[in-house]
């Protein structure tokens, strides 16, 4: 059967392949346009695997929220910084992020098999190799998270157009607009000064123990400090330990909108719970940055495409 372009095109419509891979899918099914779509989706796994070694690194991070009380969050990786900004990417991870709110699965090897939202007849994992054979680049579902408030609510902030993605649950019988507002400003200062714990009581007795042995070992290994009476040096040691915890800890780090530079994000909760005449406290906070731990490849663009001309 002879492939037109106007069959090409249709295929192309329809699965988002590029032309070639279309024609190609066409002569190999004769023309059958259901068999040419079967052919895209398993020569699209093929390529998936051939991709799937390679560094994704890059990406985005979005926060879809159900309602009030259900949020998630989720960091789908690409290659690229280049095909983070692209519009079918974007839409990709916004389709993440709306199956994950939705999603009762405890964890990601469970959300990978359920069945994709937008189209029943496919897994997550799925629609994961379609898109990659479609943009071209090895992608990951790298992970995600549901949050669901229980006294309160849930408000999110993203930061840099996907770079960071938060997440916080707060404790409050007054769910409004000021009190919203009030949370949102505090997603922004966990996106910017990254805490690990809201508050001192979550820090394990055996990482505060461990951070005291290391700096007693910095001040033993100092010509100077190391000479100093013993109750002088646990006082240093006591001193250093406190001021780590304020920079690590949300409700003791100075709020960043701090009008006198000075008022702490647990004052700032105080003064907010008194404005909206009930007690605003948060519970606890989830907080994606895209790449976060992950080797990047080091690129050199000019590199690649002279090689690419050869």
Known sequence: MAITAAMVKE??????????????????TNGNMDEAVEFLRKNGQAKAEKKASRIAAEGLCTVVLKDD???????VNSETDFVAKND??????????NQAVNSNAADLDAFMEEAWLEDNSKTVKDALVEKVAVIGENLKIRRFEKVTAENGCVVSYVHGGGRIGVIVEAETSAVNDTVKEALTNIAMQIA????????RDEISAEYI???KEILLAQIMNDPKESQKPEKVINGMIEGRVNKELKEICLVDQVYVKAEDGKQTVAKYLEQVSKEAGASVSVK???????????EKKNEDFAAEVAAQMK
């Open 69 to 75: 009380q259900t949020a998630a969050v989720v960091e």
């Open 284 to 294: 606890r906070f989830v907080r994606f940055e895209t790449g976060e731990g992950l």
């Open 192 to 199: 910017a000064l990254n805490p690990k714990y809201v508050c």
């Open 209 to 211: 123990a461990h951070e």
């Open 88 to 97: 079918t990417f974007k839409d990709f991870v916004t389709a993440v992020a």
């Open 11 to 28: 295929l192309r419509e329809m699965t988002g392949a590029g032309m070639m891979d279309c024609k190609k899918a066409l002569n190999e």
